[in-house]
């Protein structure tokens, strides 16, 4: 079992930025480098949507085309946790956010949701207009 805790978010004003991690426990001894890591978010009212991947070395990202060039995703395995660094922020972005991670080390593609089966508790994050 691999728990995800989520730490950053809040709220931002249009055009901010903010950055939200993930941090990794249980089984991590041998295994957070073996995941491929991703977030996803859920704004009201609508269904959850992939965000951002990454595979385990950090040699491959992916993007929803909506954050594309103003999100990086990155990872410290050495710190078992993942970071979604998220700059030029929009209303549109406010969304709850979540990390998964997915058994596979790296997959292609990575923005299929049902893949995840390790998901963090979720943080707000609020853009104001």
């Known amino acids: 079992q691999l728990q995800l805790v989520q730490s950053g978010g809040g709220l931002v004003q249009a055009g901010g930025s903010l950055r939200i991690s993930c941090a990794a426990s249980?089984?991590?001894?041998?295994?957070?480098?073996?995941?491929?890591m991703a977030w996803i978010r859920q704004a009201p009212g609508k269904e959850r949507e992939f965000v951002s991947a990454?595979?385990?070395?950090?040699?491959?990202?992916e993007f929803a085309d909506s954050v594309k060039d103003r999100f990086n995703i990155s990872r410290d395995n050495t710190k078992n946790t993942l970071y979604l660094q998220m700059h030029s922020l929009k209303p549109e972005d406010t969304a709850v956010y979540y990390c998964?991670?997915?058994?596979?080390?790296?997959?292609?593609?990575?923005?299929?949701?049902?893949?995840?089966?390790?998901w963090g508790q979720g943080t707000q994050v609020t853009v104001s207009s």
């Open positions: 249980g089984r991590t001894d041998s295994s957070f480098y073996t995941y491929t």
């Open positions: 990454i595979n385990w070395s950090g040699s491959r990202t």
């Open positions: 998964a991670a997915d058994r596979l080390a790296s997959r292609t593609p990575m923005t299929d949701l049902s893949n995840y089966i390790y």
